[in-house]
């Protein structure tokens, strides 16, 4: 067998005995069969960062069936600890078994205090594969999983998207919970398993081990020596030779279904429906990680449709929410509170003349708005975005302005809005740290720098129909030009540092979001494809680091509108074309949500 190495990142930290855990068991497979003589590790996630040292709490050995206990009494760090387990090692059995120290599988448990014990703990190449995806942006080697302290809730619905991939008793995919809302990644997960099956099912033969450990090597890297840091190589590094690796996938069967042919990458992606959603435009995520979309209007074109997704694509209101009357909505923008900002373009005559309103609901999908928020200039309004202060900025498309709204939704702006001469079309808002407003204009070449009070304007020739806008933690503004099919950035103080980055997809590009490391994402319009840019901080700004084609363009995804990124690293994407909301799970460094000015990481 493949010998180990020693582990160069740091020893797990002992525990600090605060918090004594319950009993549970579970069992080690390779395929449908026992692995014995593995190692189990239970390990408690770091709070110090992402991909921080964990606590090592307890080791216990498989036996001859491949099973461990593990009694009450171990201490956790905290109540809330968040746990996994890790087996190293071990054998399949007979007369000539030897050990396998290429072996390394892992599964997760969740919260030390809410450990359900009535079922066995199932690890095997399938919990392997959910536990890289769903911990991508935690998880650097098998003893380094964490997260900083302030963002309990991303590495808390990362645990939960490990349980929404896998069945944490059963082995299988997806969980027992994903919602039959959602089209099942199964296929995909399992070519992932059956690729790591060729070598935990090795016994005198070390070349599939060999050869996968080479095959999942990214260029000048070091070669991985066990199956589980195999899989976050090529999580890590989605372009990883699908090919070569499918092709040694498919001589096991030990998984089904699994992918009848080789993938454009190891990106994992999921479609969910329901809630109300159809024609999906805009949509933001809440502090919890709950993400809302807002539908253009219903089937019956008489109302505009709010719908509310949980961390892991479940619908959490059967129909969504509604406000009489109101309908033709792009934009919807999330406060501080949670509470939920959708600008709709009509409305009945009674309310703002028909010229559309803004409609508020709580966390809990409650209007707040009444027959919703209709002064300060509301004309059409299409977009909406917050300031750290609290303000809204409402983007008028009707007359070409900007209303404000206090957090009430008392009107700030004069009942003529906010107006400058650059305005043609406006359709999209981003607000910068200093608290201006950048507009971009559907059919024009510039952007638009409005100061906070709504007085003075800034025109920054600089872009072809900039349909989207995104600002990053340094302050330049990063714009995707629908009819360019490119992306410009521009400094804080309006100078132009390109006027269109191309390459990695880019094709009719419309969402766009920064995430917490700077790196730019795309959603493209006319393309079915992600795209991904080195950001601002980079060496090569604007530089693609998603294939040509982009990420995942077997995706079929359709007209993709609006993007965002949530605080455990999943990006999400609306559909319009086919009333799909599109997770791509772990791909993204977190952010801080909701979005309240530039990105954060959390």
């Known amino acids: 067998m493949v010998q180990s190495q020693p582990d160069p990142h740091p020893t797990p930290i002992p525990p600090t005995n605060t918090y004594l855990g319950t009993a549970f068991s579970g069992k080690v497979f390779s395929g449908a069969t026992p692995i014995q003589g593995a190692s189990i590790q239970l390990y408690a996630a770091g709070t110090s960062g992402n991909g921080s040292a964990a606590t090592s709490l307890v080791t216990f050995i498989t036996d001859a069936t ?45 919260l030390c205090n809410q450990l359900n014990v009535s079922s066995q703990i199932i690890i095997n190449e399938v919990s392997t594969a959910a536990t890289a995806w769903g911990l991508a942006q935690f998880i650097t080697t098998e003893a380094n999983l964490g997260a900083s302290a302030t963002n309990i809730s991303g590495l808390s619905n990362a645990f939960s998207t490990v349980a929404n991939l896998v069945n944490l008793t059963t082995g299988t995919s997806p969980g027992a919970s994903f919602p039959v809302t959602g089209a099942s990644p199964a296929a995909k997960i399992h070519t992932l398993a059956n690729l790591l099956h060729t070598c935990t099912s090795a016994t005198t033969d070390t070349s599939p081990c060999t050869n996968l450990f080479n095959l999942a090597t990214p260029s000048g890297a070091s070669t991985p020596t066990d199956t589980f840091a195999t899989a976050l190589n090529i999580v890590h590094n989605p372009a990883l030779n699908p090919a070569g690796l499918y092709t040694q996938s498919t001589t096991s069967t030990a998984f089904t279904p699994a992918l009848s042919t080789a993938p454009a990458d190891w990106t994992l992606f999921i479609h969910y429906t329901g809630g109300g959603m159809f024609e999906p435009g805009a949509l933001g995520i809440d502090s919890t990680g709950n993400i809302w979309v807002s539908s253009y209007t219903d089937p019956t074109g008489t109302v505009g449709i709010a719908t509310k997704f949980s961390p892991t694509g479940q619908p959490l209101l059967a129909n969504g929410v509604s406000t009489t009357g109101l309908t033709n909505s ?114 024009d070449d510039a952007i638009t720098r409005i100061s906070p009070d709504g007085t003075q304007s800034l025109r920054v020739s600089c872009c072809n129909g900039p349909n989207g806008l995104a600002i990053d933690q340094r302050g330049n503004i990063w714009a995707a030009n629908f009819f360019g099919d490119s992306v410009s950035e521009i400094s804080t103080s309006g100078t132009v540092i390109s006027s269109g980055y191309t390459g990695g997809g880019i094709l009719h590009p419309q969402g766009i979001a920064i995430d917490g490391s700077g790196n730019v994402w795309v959603a493209n319009f006319r393309g079915s494809s992600l795209t991904q840019l080195a950001g601002s901080a980079s060496n090569n700004p604007g530089k693609p680091i998603s294939p040509t084609a982009g990420w995942a363009p077997d995706s079929n995804m359709l007209e993709a509108f609006a993007l965002a990124i949530d605080a455990s ?34």
């Open 330 to 443: 792009y934009g919807l923008a999330i406060d501080a509170s949670d509470n939920v900002w959708i600008p709709y373009e009509k409305s009945p005559s009674a309310i703002n003349k028909g010229l559309g309103a803004v409609a508020e609901y709580s966390s809990s999908g409650q209007p707040l708005s009444g027959t919703g928020f209709a002064n300060g200039g509301l004309n059409f309004p299409i977009a909406a975005a917050f300031d750290p202060n609290g303000t809204a900025w409402i983007v008028n498309y009707g007359n070409a302005s900007l209303t404000t709204l206090s957090s009430t939704g008392q009107p700030l702006s004069p009942e003529t809005g906010y107006t400058a001469a650059s305005f043609a079309f406006p359709t999209t808002v981003a607000i910068d740290a200093s608290h201006n407003a950048w507009i971009g204009d559907q059919n």
């Open 569 to 602: 690293g999943n990006l999400w994407i609306t559909n319009f074309g086919d009333d799909t909301l599109t997770e791509f799970v772990g791909l993204a460094a977190p952010v801080k949500t909701p979005l309240l000015g530039p990105p954060q990481a959390p």
């Open 66 to 110: 491949g099973s461990f206990s593990v009694p009450a009494g171990y201490s956790c760090p905290s109540a809330t600890s968040q746990l996994y387990l890790i087996a190293r090692g071990g054998n399949l059995g007979g007369p000539t078994a030897t050990n396998n120290p290429a072996i390394a599988l892992a599964t997760v448990l969740g």
